[in-house]
C-alpha cells in the first residue's frame, strides 16, 4: 500500500504531482483563459452577484484559506474574509445574502467546519466547500462542491490535500475572475500557462538535492524555530512552522518577516533556529532586509531562495534552492520544501510521522 514507502507522508508528499494532475485533470478551457468548475453550481451571473467571500477551516486548512485570500484578492479584487472555524461559530458572524461562504475541509468532517456551515446554511446563505471527500458530511451539506481530487490521506499531517486545496483556490480565482472580469481572457490563459506547468516543478522540487538530511541532522537539538515569510509567503511559514511542530514535537511559529521587530526578535540567538522563505518576488528586499537582522544577532537561518538567487542566502547557514513557478505558485514549491524539511527532522528524531502523538486525523470532536 505504501508503494515502497516508508510511511504514507513520504508516499503522500511525493503522490502530489500526480494529485494535482487529478485535480487540474480536464477542467482547463485552454483557449478561453477560464476553468470549469461544475460542482460549484454557479452561473457567471450568480457569481457576479457576490461582494465577498468568506473562508472557513481549520489547522492547515485554514493555511490553504490565507493563501487564498491573498491569492483572490489580487486577482479578483474582492475582499476575501479567512476565518477559523472553531471562532467563527461561536461569534453570531454577520454574513450579507451577497457573500459566499466557502468551508474548506480535507476530511470533510471535522466537527466545527461542519457546525460553522450548518451556522450559514441556517441563515440561508449561499456554501460552497472545498472538500476531499465527496460523501463527506461537509460535501453534502453544501450547495456545491469543488471536489480537490488528491485521492485518500492518510498520514496525519496534511501534505497533498494542502497542496491541491491552495490549487482548487487558484482554480477558483480564475473562474470567479473570469466571471467578473477581473480577469481578461489573456491573464487567464497566463494562469492557466502557470497552473499547467507546477505538476512537473512540483516533480523537480521532490527531486532536487535538498541536504534536507543533513540539515535536519546539524539542528536536532533545537527546541525552537521560527518560519519568516511577507505576502502570500506568510501563510506558508504558518504552514510550515505547523508541520514541523505536529511531527518532530519541535516548538515553532511563522511570522510575518514584517512582524519581528514587534516582538519576536527579541528571541533570537544561537539556539534560535530560523527559516527564511525568500522567493524572487517584490517583497525579496525587505525579506533580505529581515534575513540579515537574524543574522546579526546570532540567529541560525536556514533560507529557502528562487533558484539563480546566489545572492540572498549568503549568509545563512544552509540555502535552498526552489524552481521559480511564478509568484502566486512558488510558494507552493516553497511548501513541499518545508514538508521535506519537516519530514526529515521527525526520521531522524525517531518519530511516528503517520501517527504524531495526541492528533487524530479527522477532528470530529471538539
Ligand atoms: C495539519 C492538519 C490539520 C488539519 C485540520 C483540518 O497537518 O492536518 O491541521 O488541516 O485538522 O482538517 P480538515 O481539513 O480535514 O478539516
Known amino acids: 500500500e505504501k508503494r515502497g514507502f516508508p510511511n504514507y507522508m513520504l508516499k503522500e ?9 487529478a485535480l487540474i485533470g480536464d477542467c482547463l478551457i485552454k483557449d478561453e483563459g477560464d476553468v470549469l468548475l461544475e460542482g460549484l453550481g454557479l452561473d457567471d451571473e450568480a457569481l457576479r452577484s457576490f461582494d465577498r467571500l468568506c473562508l472557513v477551516a481549520c489547522g492547515s486548512s485554514w493555511h490553504a484559506a490565507l493563501i487564498g485570500k491573498y491569492l483572490i484578492e489580487e486577482q479578483c479584487r474582492i475582499p476575501v474574509d479567512v476565518e477559523i472555524a472553531s471562532e467563527f461559530r461561536y461569534r453570531n458572524p454577520i ?6 461562504v466557502i468551508p474548506i475541509s480535507q476530511s470533510g468532517e471535522t466537527a466545527d467546519t461542519l ?75 497566463e494562469m492557466i500557462a502557470d497552473l499547467t506547468e507546477l505538476p512537473d516543478l512540483v516533480e523537480k522540487t521532490l527531486k ?20 519568516l515569510g511577507r505576502g502570500i509567503c506568510y501563510p506558508v511559514a504558518l504552514e510550515g512552522a505547523l508541520k514541523l511542530k ?32 525568500a522567493p524572487r518576488d517584490r517583497h525579496l528586499a525587505k525579506v533580505r532586509s529581515n534575513m540579515e537582522e537574524v543574522v546579526t544577532r546570532g540567529g541560525r537561518v536556514i533560507a529557502l531562495c528562487s533558484e539563480g538567487d546566489e545572492e540572498t542566502g549568503k549568509k545563512a547557514e544552509f540555502t535552498l534552492s526552489i524552481p521559480w513557478a511564478g509568484e502566486t ?37 471538539e
Open 246 to 277: 505536529e511531527i518532530s514535537y519541535v516548538h515553532a511559529d511563522g511570522y510575518p518577516a514584517g512582524e519581528m521587530k514587534h516582538g519576536p526578535i527579541a528571541l533570537i540567538d544561537r539556539d534560535m533556529l530560523v527559516f527564511v522563505l
Open 115 to 189: 457546525a460553522a456551515l450548518r451556522e450559514v446554511k441556517g441563515r440561508n446563505r449561499r456554501v460552497v466547500s472545498i472538500c476531499n471527500v465527496i460523501d463527506s458530511s461537509i460535501a453534502r451539506e453544501s450547495d456545491g462542491i469543488i471536489h480537490t481530487h488528491a485521492g485518500l490521506e492518510i498520514g496525519v499531517a496534511s501534505t497533498k490535500a494542502f497542496t491541491n486545496q491552495v490549487v482548487a483556490l487558484y482554480l477558483l480565482a480564475i473562474r470567479l475572475g473570469r466571471a467578473t472580469g477581473t480577469i481578461s481572457r489573456n491573464r487567464g490563459l
Open 329 to 365: 505558485l512558488s510558494p507552493l514549491l516553497f511548501n513541499v520544501a518545508l514538508q521535506l524539511l519537516a519530514y526529515n527532522f521527525a526520521i531522524l528524531k525517531g518519530k511516528d510521522v503517520d501517527q504524531p502523538r495526541n492528533l487524530a486525523k479527522s477532528v470530529t470532536v
Open 208 to 227: 532536487l538535492d535538498f541536504n534536507a538530511e543533513e540539515i535536519a541532522c546539524e539542528h536536532l537539538t533545537a527546541c525552537d524555530a521560527i518560519y
Open 13 to 21: 508528499i511525493h503522490e502530489q504531482p500526480q494529485a494535482l494532475r
Open 95 to 100: 454574513i450579507s445574502e451577497t457573500t459566499l
